[in-house]
């Protein structure tokens, strides 16, 4: 088979790495892929959201199916480009990607189906937001932009001016453009937080073993929000009881819910949850496999990824095999200082081989590049340095030692992944 991938961040070099060890994968492409991805794929100088281009590219190279893993072509509709030319493609389409593009539709959707999530309201303008928070008197307020906002979208007001200048820089200065034009507001709930991600082929859904994501950037869960700093895998929290609560009123009913509407979801759905007194509700939707999710989650696959993304493409995910080995993942991810915020490119990076790789870990390639033999930065999140081991214990004790053994300028990383 020959595949293309879309996407150049770590997530996407574990799904590459995932796939290629399935002998009935000859070529992998990746557009626009990394320098770490370099090594173990083709990467093709085409943007993620080249909807024409990849289009084009797969039909010329006879792409057996197109992988389409960010947010953004996705809720672009590239998997319907895709399909109405004839091509194969894993992900939903743009009506499905909603659930993660539109919080407004996914709190809707969770209300109409009576899937547990936070109590809310949507507001299309700045002061009957305000006032409704006033109104509510429940600090601190959590304000969300209603579109796709790099993950930046949710505030956490503990008080007016927090709430005000929330709302001014996302309805007024349009921080986000049109992603902000609603805001949902909604309840804040307390709780340990946990990552499903799933397979679901419009029918059947498969969860996937569960993580645990770090979005703060520096230790003790302090300082601001960021694609994720490190993951851990299974969620000590996450209990089979849990679970099964789980399946039972969120995953079946989600997938359900978005075929009754029309918009029968294929590919990966990913479950933020938060495990409150009150149950397990759902934090957010995300249409995709999630980064740093995937780089702990999928390490851990028994069962050839192929076979599951054909299943999930041909409609026949009931009858999928899936198996999962019975150990821990960690994954720390080394960050460019300054992330979230701006931060240097162009940094030599030492430690790795020419593959980007050190012996007994496996590092995934966020934002390098590469040249003659060496790997630079080129990103907030530079790379995903993660090991298995019979214990979490274990595999953050492999995943920490190789990140000692890797160097560049100003690298930040958290030393507390999976300390909680
Ligand atoms: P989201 O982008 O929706 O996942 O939100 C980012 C982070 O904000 C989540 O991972 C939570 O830590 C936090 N968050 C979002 N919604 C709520 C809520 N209703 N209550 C408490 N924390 C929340
Ligand atoms: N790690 C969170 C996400 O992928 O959205």
Redesign the pocket.
């Known amino acids: 088979m020959k595949l293309l991938m879309i996407g150049g961040g770590g997530r996407e070099h574990a799904l590459i790495r995932k796939l290629k060890e399935s002998p009935r994968v000859e070529t992998i492409y990746c557009a626009p892929g990394n320098g770490g991805i370099s090594r173990d794929a083709q990467c093709v100088a085409i943007s993620a959201m080249d909807i024409d281009s990849v289009v084009a590219f797969s039909k010329e190279n006879q792409i057996d199916l197109v992988f389409v893993a960010p947010d953004d072509p996705l809720a672009a509709g590239m998997v319907d480009a895709l399909e109405a030319a004839g091509i194969r493609a894993f992900g939903p389409s743009k009506l499905a990607a909603e659930i993660e593009s539109s919080?407004v539709f996914s709190k809707n959707l969770m209300k109409k189906y009576g899937i547990p999530t936070?109590r809310y309201e949507v507001f299309d303008a700045p002061e009957t937001a305000l006032s409704y928070i006033l109104e509510q008197n429940a600090w601190p307020a959590?304000i969300?932009a209603d579109g796709l906002a790099l993950?930046k979208?949710?505030v956490?007001a503990q008080n007016e001016a927090e709430a005000r200048d929330a709302l001014h820089s996302m309805m007024e200065d349009k921080i986000f453009g049109e992603s902000g034009s609603r805001v949902v507001v909604?309840?804040?709930?307390?709780g340990p937080?946990v990552s499903v991600l799933a397979f679901t082929d419009g029918e059947t859904v498969r969860p996937m073993v569960s993580s645990m994501?770090h979005?703060r950037a520096y230790d003790g869960d302090k300082g601001p929000?960021t694609g994720g700093m490190g993951t851990i895998s299974p969620n000590p929290y996450y209990t089979a009881e849990i679970a099964k609560r789980c399946m039972e009123e969120i995953f079946l009913p989600t997938v359900r819910a978005m075929q009754q509407e029309g918009r029968p979801f294929k590919g990966c759905l990913y479950f933020?949850l938060?495990l409150t007194p009150n149950g397990p509700k759902v934090?957010?939707y995300n249409s995709r496999f999630g980064d740093p999710e995937t780089q702990v989650v999928l390490p851990r696959l028994k069962t050839p990824l192929i076979e599951i993304v054909e299943a999930v493409v041909n409609g026949t995910l009931a009858q999928q095999e899936i198996e999962w080995e019975d150990n821990a993942c960690a994954c720390v991810v080394m960050a460019s200082g300054g992330y979230p915020k701006s931060y240097p490119k162009g940094l030599e990076i030492t430690g790795l081989d020419d593959n980007g790789q050190i012996p007994g870990v496996t590092v995934y390639h966020a934002g390098t590049s590469y040249k003659d033999g060496k790997f630079f930065t080129a990103g907030g999140r530079v790379l995903g340095v993660t090991a298995c081991g019979n214990t979490l214990a274990a595999a953050l004790q492999k995943a920490y030692d190789g990140v000692h053994r890797i160097h560049f300028e100003g690298a930040h990383y958290r030393k507390d992944i999976g300390h909680k």
């Open positions: 919080k936070a959590v969300k993950g979208g949710v956490i909604e309840e804040f709930l307390t937080e994501d979005k929000n933020g938060m934090i957010e």
